[in-house]
């Protein structure tokens, strides 16, 4: 079955614009989660999504913010970005049932995002 | 606060040997971790698991040991291949919840 989609792949901002990436989830999956992973610091939980709604979030200031439509696609947007934003944005989904009935979670390839 | 930590950002091991990744946590919630596999470019790629009722999960060449008192686990790979050189995230999660906590990762290198 298709993996996790995540566009746009590559993508470069300046200072104080905002952007919005996209995550196309394996099918029939419903849940959808985010993480920034920057060098040094690991992948960092943003936030994860449930049937359009938000189940759980990090500790990222509210620029940061997310979005599950009805087809379990999900958005993220970063407003007035910083140089401190760059990073690999990376979604995950999973079917929402937890770690312990065997599930797991299923990265896309990233969408690499840089603020000049 | 990082609750998960791979304090070897880099592991450098000879083909056909035994590769050990450490991996320690502070919150005693945790109560399921897994391992990532992440080459360039691309997501990080499931690799094995284990819950807290276990202190062993086997899959081919890859074991994972979890020592609860100590909050330690270690990735076992034997033997070691070169298409096993990849950064190696370990990653934790507290009972029904669906996020994971990262450490900052380890990178193999196994050398033909």
């Known amino acids: 079955k298709a993996g996790v989609t995540q566009t746009p792949r590559y993508l470069i901002k300046t200072r104080g614009q905002q952007v919005t990436l996209s995550c196309s989830p394996i099918?029939?999956?419903?849940?959808v989660s985010w993480y920034q992973q920057t060098p040094g610091q690991g992948l960092q939980f943003l936030f994860e999504y449930f049937s359009e709604t938000q189940r759980n979030k990090g500790n990222f200031p509210g620029r940061f913010s997310g979005r599950q439509f009805s087809n379990s696609r999900s958005e993220m947007n970063v407003s007035t970005l910083e140089l401190g934003d760059s990073a690999l944005y990376l979604c995950?989904?999973?079917?929402?049932?937890?770690?312990?009935?065997?599930?797991?979670?299923?990265f896309g390839e990233g969408s690499w995002l840089t603020v000049v | 606060d990082q609750q998960v930590k791979q304090n070897s950002p880099s592991l450098s091991v000879q083909e056909g040997r035994i590769s050990i990744l450490n991996c320690d946590y502070t919150?005693?919630?945790?109560?399921?971790f897994l391992w990532y596999k992440k080459y360039p470019a691309e997501g990080p790629t499931f690799l094995i698991s284990i819950s807290s009722i276990k202190d062993k999960n086997e899959d081919g060449r890859f074991t994972v040991f979890l020592n609860k008192s100590a909050k330690h686990l270690s990735l076992h790979i034997v033997p070691s291949q070169p298409g096993d050189s990849a950064v190696y995230f370990c990653a934790a999660s507290a009972s029904g919840a669906n996020n994971l906590f990262f450490g900052t990762g380890t990178r193999l290198t196994v050398i033909p």
């Open positions: 919150n005693s919630m945790f109560d399921y």
């Open positions: 099918s029939g999956h419903r849940s």
């Open positions: 995950a989904s999973s079917d929402g049932q937890g770690f312990f009935s065997g599930n797991t979670i299923y």
